[in-house]
Structure formats: structure tokens, C-alpha cells
């Protein structure tokens, strides 16, 4: 038996690291994009490095006696990469053919908002502190964009916005779909998720290109190890421990790594609009997760009130925990 002080200090650990380093890896990758497409066609890119992804993991999982997923988790993963991965990343991808990084950060900061829309759906809706929590982030996200137009690029925004939609309701619906377990979970959404977007290069007559370039190249490693593989999988892990609304406040973040990244590498300008941004941003961010962690903190006490015990052993824990999935 662990006691149970332990048992949230060492879950606290895990969420606030993967957190962390989603929001890095995450807000890092809209630039990435941008230097991929100066060789590689919108959905191919894409395409490449979720198959690239998926299946380095799959066969890796394999090696480790992974089970193979069943035909029900098949076609869940289907559909949840679908609208994570085509939707959502491919729509993104597709978007920065036509807008900034930055304004494709800002619409895809909606995602939370999507999020919390979708999840009252199947019942779990955001409490009044939550709610909060998404309406300052959401006005931060607006201030990075002050000088912009979001109507410079009408299609672009379009399916930007229909992206941050598709991938709020896949963040949702793999909380409420039988999905495989722990990490072969991101494998088969990332197998299939590329395999669809393989099959909309096809359809829209992409090639690859003969000779792309250095920075070209180097962005579709980086998209392909740390975007897909190293984020999905963290964000798949918070999506298996904490509410949609937490797991994806991610974009919330993005779009101020990508103005740091724009300042640094472009000489963009940092305004009093995005300092300030930065703060509610971050405010936001605060307020979901001190809200997250009081309902926890509260179902903890309750379960201790009624002598529920917790068991060291993974068989009394989620199936997709941490600790499994690194077996």
C-alpha cells in the first residue's frame, strides 16, 4: 500500500513535466511547419511524419510483448486519429499554406474552448472556475494577434478553425472510446491518423520532392521525433490522467512560444499587447490546473472517507498509466 500523499505528489510530477514540455515541443512545431512546406506539399508532410512515428513505436511496442490492438480498437483509433491527426494537425498543416504561425496559434487557441463544448456532451461539464480559466486564456491568445486580420486569409482561417474544432472533439472522444493500451494507443492513432493523410496526398496528386531542402529536411526529422512522437505521446498520457479542458491548454501556450520563436529568428517585435497576453495566458493556464486539482484533491478524500484503498499494484490503476506503458 502506498500512502496516499505519495500517490498525487508522484502524479503531480508526471502532469506538470508533460505539460510543461508540450507546451515547448508543441508551440515549437507551427515554425517547423512553416520551414517544411518550403519543400514538402501540406498533407504529404504531414503524412510522413505520423507513419514515420507510428511505426518506429508500433514495432518498438511490439518488441516489448505489446499486444496487438483488437478490431473494435482499430477502428476507434481510426477515428480518433482522424480527427487528431487529419482534421487537426493536417488542417493546421494546410492552414500556414495561407496564414502566419502565429494567427494559425491563435485560432487553433480555440481548442479548449472546443474541448469543453464537446465534453458537455457526454456530461462532464466544465465548472464555473474552469470556465474561467478558458475565457481569460482565450482573450490572451486574442491579444498576441492585436495588429492582425484574421480575414487577410479567409480560407486559410477557415480551416484552421475547423482544425482546432476536429481536434477538440478527438481529445474528447478518446476519453470516451475503448482505445488501446498505454503508448500503442498513440501507435495506432498515429499508424492510421497517417495512413489517412497518405491517402489525401494521393487524392490530391502531392509528390514528394526530389530535392528539398537542408532546413526542409531537418524540420521534417524534428516534426517526425519530437512533434509526433515524443508530444503526441505526452499528450495522449496527460488526456489518460487529467480533464480535456488541462490536457489541451497547450494551446493556450502556443501561440507565446511562437511569438518568442518569431522574435528570435524573424526580429518580430514583442508589444505590450503580448506581455500582456503572456500573463493571462498563463493565468489561465493556473486557474484550470488549481481547479483540476481541488476536484481531484476531493474525490481522494471522499474515496478515503469510504476505506477505498490504493494499491501499489497496476492492476488497481488505470490501464494506460504511466508506469505500464513504460513496460
Not at 480560407?155 to 478518446?174: D, F, K, M, R, Y
Not at 480535456?244 to 501561440?255: E, G, I
Request: charged share 10%.
Amino acid at each position: 500500500m502506498l500512502p496516499r500523499s505519495e500517490v498525487r505528489s508522484v502524479k503531480s510530477h508526471w502532469i506538470v513535466f508533460s505539460l510543461i514540455s508540450l507546451y515547448l515541443v508543441w508551440g515549437s512545431t507551427y515554425l517547423a511547419i512553416r520551414i517544411g512546406l518550403d519543400s514538402y506539399p501540406p498533407f504529404l508532410l504531414a503524412a510522413i511524419r505520423y507513419v514515420l512515428a507510428g511505426g518506429v513505436l508500433f514495432l518498438f511496442l511490439r518488441f516489448q510483448r505489446f499486444a496487438i490492438p483488437s478490431k473494435k480498437e482499430w477502428l476507434n483509433s481510426t477515428l480518433v486519429g482522424g480527427l487528431l491527426l487529419v482534421g487537426g494537425n493536417g488542417g493546421v498543416t494546410l492552414a500556414e499554406k495561407w496564414i502566419p504561425t502565429g494567427l494559425t496559434a491563435l485560432i487553433i487557441g480555440t481548442v479548449p474552448l472546443w474541448a469543453a463544448l464537446f465534453s458537455s456532451w457526454f456530461g462532464r461539464k466544465p465548472s464555473r472556475v474552469e470556465w474561467i480559466g478558458l475565457g481569460v486564456g482565450f482573450l490572451g491568445v486574442a491579444a498576441l494577434s492585436f495588429k492582425g486580420n484574421l480575414w487577410s486569409a479567409p480560407l486559410g482561417a477557415s480551416i484552421a478553425l475547423v482544425a482546432a474544432a476536429s481536434w477538440g472533439l478527438g481529445a474528447v472522444l478518446t476519453q470516451q472510446l475503448t482505445l488501446p493500451r498505454g503508448l500503442m494507443s498513440s501507435a495506432a492513432q498515429m499508424l492510421t491518423g497517417g495512413g489517412l493523410l497518405l491517402l489525401l496526398s494521393f487524392v490530391f496528386g502531392e509528390h514528394v520532392p526530389r530535392n528539398p531542402s537542408e532546413g526542409s529536411w531537418w524540420a521534417l526529422v524534428y516534426l517526425t521525433v519530437f512533434g509526433s512522437l515524443v508530444g503526441y505521446c505526452i499528450f495522449m498520457f496527460l488526456l489518460s490522467r487529467v480533464s480535456s479542458s488541462l490536457a489541451t491548454s497547450y494551446a493556450y501556450v502556443n501561440p507565446l512560444v511562437a511569438a518568442f520563436l518569431g522574435w528570435h529568428y524573424n526580429g518580430e517585435t514583442i508589444t505590450a499587447p503580448m506581455m500582456l497576453a503572456g500573463f493571462a495566458i498563463l493565468l489561465s493556464v493556473a486557474l484550470i490546473t488549481i481547479q483540476r486539482g481541488t476536484t481531484v484533491k476531493i474525490e481522494q478524500e471522499k474515496a478515503f472517507s469510504e476505506n477505498e484503498p490504493i494499491s501499489s499494484s497496476c492492476e488497481d490503476q488505470d490501464s494506460n498509466c504511466e508506469p505500464c506503458s513504460s513496460k
